[in-house]
């Protein structure tokens, strides 16, 4: 909603409220399918402690993978990361 | 004479849930804008010019060097950008000739008018803090965002979020690096590269929060 007041001849109000609500659903659908399938070949017991070309182990690759997606998904289906619901911004001269 | 100036607020937004399952919120975001001007003309043995100075103060709240993005289940890894800093600036300007017409000092139509009117009238400014000769001329300490509270926040910042450039040509934005963020321009990809060491701690300083630069940071 705007509103736009004229005080004075040479005076004006300008005002800007929004209220909003977000909600994230479906996030990662395709890396969701994807980790589905690798994942039970890397929880083998044997690839365990099989070091990648990045240094880490599987089963640190496994952890920080879900980590990230715990991260990432976190507020899904209840809201939306960084949205502020309530915004107001006036400007006056 | 003239004042003016703006105000917004954000409510808190959710920035995450902890493994506990409670969600994370970033602070309330409030922000100040002011100006002052007064506008006349010279003294008639100068011409009688139309004259107008305008000083504008610009984000004079600051109430956090930064703005949280995200956060980790584990409650300490955030994402977060840098706010911009607060400024202070004054200008002069002076018509050679041509008198404005009365229109160009009216209200703007819409409210993004009113924002472009104020932003251009700042043209030709200089931050005066950064004029030393002008410091030292009216004999005063100006307004600097560097020494008040809360200027300076040493924070763990783990790495950059990613590298982000600058619409203009050749400015890369800064990362922080060696104790300091850095400034705009020169910067090449062995400066944040050099950011790969976790656990360092940097100070997060207003004056180079510029770049808006996502970086990942610890409680």
Known sequence: ?93 | MFVGGGLSYGSSPVVGRSTAGSLFYAPVRREVDLLLGYRGRLPARLGQRPAEEQFNAANLLQQSPYTLLRRDPDGQNFRAVLNPPPTHSLSFRLSLGVEATAAEHLPGTTFADEECASRNQRAGEERLEDLVAVAVGIGVLLPDQRIRRHRLQRLEVLRAERREHHPFIGEVCGLPQAGRWGRRGGHTKGDWRSLGASGKRFPVRHRDAGSRLPFVGRL
């Open chain 1, 1 to 93: 909603m705007n509103l736009t007041a004229n005080l004075t001849p040479g005076w004006r109000l300008l005002g800007r409220v929004s209220v909003s609500d977000s909600v994230e659903i479906n996030l990662l659908k395709r890396s969701r399918q994807s980790a589905a399938l690798v994942l039970p070949l890397w929880r083998t017991a044997g690839a365990q402690a099989v070091v990648t070309n990045a240094g880490l182990t599987v089963a640190q690759e496994i952890a920080a993978n879900e980590a990230s997606l715990a991260a990432t998904t976190a507020v899904e289906d209840q809201g939306t990361i960084g949205h502020r619901e309530f915004e107001f911004r006036a400007f006056t001269r």
